[in-house]
């Protein structure tokens, strides 16, 4: 309560009615895959265009070199082209790959090395030019080694300094810095005290400037130094480069011009070339490459990697059909609860009773299965080549969601930038696969290509349809999001009122958008709160219950129409 001491009136403000409660984003995808560049630790990258995609992670990867690991690309553009806005990725690369570096140099001053293994760091230049970020004249020349000078903004102690007098040329280094006075480590000689409106003796620091190319891409890191107590240290200032590190091996101790140190001698421009990088092969890829290590907080790879991200709601790993990657994969699923898995078959399995061996692998209502493969075109080859279904199913998943709402079924939608599959299955097929929980993909005329499923792994009939998950995934979320202000707040009637009165107006708006059955909301969803779902202990520990059930819509997976004869007599 507040507490009031001085007589007079006072306005409190306060909250009684229920809190908006917003829905969570559906049609965010994950997607873990081999490519060319790209960071293989930490936070999965934000992609909002394959344009986006081809900055961050390079282009296509051949088939000969990668085969079946090489569609992550061809995955992420079907994503867009189908209706996706914004996916995470992370990449794998293999674990005989190498990143390129300028190691080969001899007694190199600066270790530069390409960002992320790949051999598309062996296209990398770094071209070093020198550079000055202070210059100043002298005034008076003091005891000892001192200075005073004009303007001593811009040195620093341990920078390297060069006093020029014409063509006259002195090295030296700063020991200290204070007010206008520099202390040099060593005296300068003859006459440097200029005080000429335009000097022509003038102290300047020494730095040098990097260039970074990497094809069309640039970067420049202007005046920096080897100085590691200067604000403008090279390592410093090229940590945020998107294509190279660089480290300080060694400084000279002599007051040599930083560029004559990297280059090994007086030079204009140094131009350093990096080799070395390889994109390893294939064969070394094993599952747990794809499952990845949990090193902590920003080292995580693999699937790992998306466990702190918050955002993501379709999973996929194209064309990695190895059951330990995708058994793992969905246990990611269900351990985190809010998102869901789409699952490739191997290309060659075609036959149903094979089919049937590979669904049978899994029971989970949060992955799906689909099949055949899809015939698109290939930038790289300039042809027609058969990829993974997850990659243009999930851009539909997003399709659907945006257009229609979670609760809509991601089938009967047209696959956009297909152009034939690998397998035509017909009725009698699906007759054997769809109650299994194999969605196919299948080509109707004049229709297109189109799903032609909509069913979870899941051997529990109640979750046996993909958008009755997905949308207790899209409810839970963002209950889960919208409620994080009942943490704390007294567990009294007042807040279970408020409670009961939020969801209401959530579930109510769900219910409005056709995504719960029923006529009324009474129909459609329940929302239970109060002394019937808590007793004194477990108020005592702390703990608020509700209970809420809501009756989702079904899918129209079969339509009948039943058809008879109408005779003349009737």
Not at 37 to 51: D, F, H, K, M
Not at 131 to 157: D, L, M, Q
Not at 202 to 222: P, Q, R, W
Not at 322 to 334: F, G, I, K, M, T
Request: hydrophobic share 40%; aromatic share 10%.
């Amino acid at each position: 309560m507040a507490e009031y001491l001085s007589p007079g009136v006072y306005v409190e403000e306060f909250e009684s009615g229920a809190k908006p409660l917003e829905g969570v984003s559906t049609s965010t995808a994950g997607f873990i895959g081999l490519a060319a560049r790209g960071p293989v630790e930490g936070l999965p990258q934000l992609i909002t265009s394959p344009a986006d995609f081809g900055r961050v992670y390079g282009s296509y990867l051949s088939e000969n070199a990668f085969g079946s690991y090489r569609f992550l690309a061809h995955a992420v553009n079907q994503f867009f082209t189908n209706g996706g806005s914004r996916c995470f990725i992370t990449r794998v690369a293999p674990s005989d790959a190498k990143t390129a570096s300028n190691e080969a140099q001899k007694d190199a001053v600066l270790s530069i090395t390409a960002k992320n293994p790949g051999a598309w760091g062996n296209q990398i230049r770094a071209v070093v030019v020198p550079a000055s970020k202070a210059k100043t004249p002298i005034f008076e020349a003091s005891e000892g080694n001192r200075y005073r000078v004009k303007n001593a903004a811009g040195f620093y102690a341990g920078d390297v300094v060069v006093f020029t007098n014409g063509t006259d040329k002195q090295y030296n280094r700063i020991i200290s810095v204070h007010d206008q006075v520099i202390e040099l480590a060593e005296a300068l000689s003859g006459d440097v005290v200029d005080t000429a409106l335009v000097p022509t003796k003038v102290l300047s620091s020494s730095e040098f400037t990097i260039n970074v190319l990497y094809g069309t891409e640039s970067e420049t890191y202007e005046k920096a130094s080897l100085n590691p107590e200067a604000p403008n240290y090279v390592e410093k200032l090229v940590s945020r480069s998107n294509i190279v590190s660089v480290q300080v091996l060694k400084t000279s101790e002599e007051s040599v011009a930083p560029l004559e140190q990297i280059a090994g001698s007086e030079l204009a421009v140094f131009e350093i070339l990096l080799a070395g990088g390889s994109d390893g092969s294939a064969a070394s890829l094993s599952a747990a490459d794809f499952i990845g290590e949990d090193f902590g907080p920003g080292r995580r790879t693999g699937i790992q990697s998306f466990i702190d991200n918050d955002v993501v709601s379709i999973m996929a790993i194209p064309g990695v059909t190895d059951p330990n990657v995708q058994l793992s994969l969905v246990a990611h699923c269900e351990s985190l609860g809010s998102r869901f898995a789409i699952l490739d078959l191997p290309r060659e399995v075609t036959k149903v009773q094979d089919v049937l061996a590979h669904r049978d692998l899994f029971d989970s209502s949060y992955c799906a299965l689909y099949n055949p493969w899809l015939q698109v075109f290939d930038p790289l080859d300039k042809r027609n080549i058969f990829i993974p279904p997850s990659g243009t199913i999930a851009g539909v998943y997003a399709r659907s969601d945006t257009t229609r709402g979670v609760q809509k079924a991601p089938a009967n939608e047209t696959l956009r930038g297909v152009v034939g599959l690998d397998v035509q299955y017909n009725n009698g097929e699906q007759d054997i696969l769809n109650p299994a929980g194999v969605n196919l993909i299948r080509a109707f005329t004049g229709q297109g290509i189109r799903v032609w499923g909509a069913r979870t792994c899941s051997s529990n009939t109640l979750w046996k349809y993909i958008n009755v998950r997905r949308l207790f995934i899209f409810i839970e979320g963002s209950i889960m999001n919208g409620s994080s202000w009942v943490v704390f707040e007294p567990n009294t009637e007042q807040l279970w009122a408020r409670v009961q009165r939020t969801i209401d107006a959530f579930l109510t708006r769900v219910w409005r958008d056709g995504a719960l059955s029923g006529t009324s909301p009474s129909e459609a969803f329940y929302i239970e709160i109060g002394r019937s779902t808590m007793t004194q202990d477990d108020i005592d520990n702390g703990r608020l219950i509700c209970v809420i059930g809501v009756a989702p819509v079904k899918p129209a997976e079969f339509v009948v129409f039943r058809i008879t004869q109408k005779t003349g007599s009737e």
